[in-house]
Nanobody, 124 residues
Framework: QVQFVESGGGLVHPGGSLRLSCAASGFSLDYYAVGWFRQAPGKHREGVLCISSSDDITSSVDSVKGRFTISRDNAKNTVYLQMNSLKPEDTAVYYC?????????????????WGQGTQVTVSS
């Protein structure tokens, strides 16, 4: 069964950092793009960053540029989201998913194998 498990969320003060992990099971990530998404209370889920199988990175949200980075470790079958200089507006449940393709250039509906998400709360 293809599945992602997200972890690493928590409560952090504004300006703090977190590193989220997205571990895949049931398939190898080597040939697949993986995207991080987030859903804030009362809002639609939105794409954050996506990394292709060849490490090309696509950004979907201008507000995270320069603060968030995405990386992958195929040996660990895991994709990471490093979040620095966190702001209260980054508060959301963060999810990862794959378009089951090597590239990120897909509509939201093409992404699947969603994990259960990990809560990130930025508050003083």
């Amino acid at each position: 069964q293809v599945q992602f498990v997200e972890s690493g969320g928590g409560l952090v003060h504004p300006g703090g950092s977190l590193r989220l992990s997205c571990a895949a099971s049931g398939f190898s990530l080597d040939y697949y793009a993986v995207g991080w998404f987030r859903q804030a209370p009362g809002k639609h889920r939105e794409g954050v960053l996506c990394i292709s199988s060849s490490d090309d990175i696509t950004s979907s949200v201008d507000s995270v540029k320069g603060r968030f980075t995405i990386s992958r470790d195929n040996a660990k079958n895991t994709v990471y989201l490093q979040m620095n200089s966190l702001k209260p507006e980054d508060t959301a449940v963060y999810y990862c998913a794959t378009p089951h393709s090597s590239e990120c250039d897909h509509e939201y509906g093409a992404f699947g194998s969603w994990g259960q998400g990990t809560q990130v709360t930025v508050s003083s």
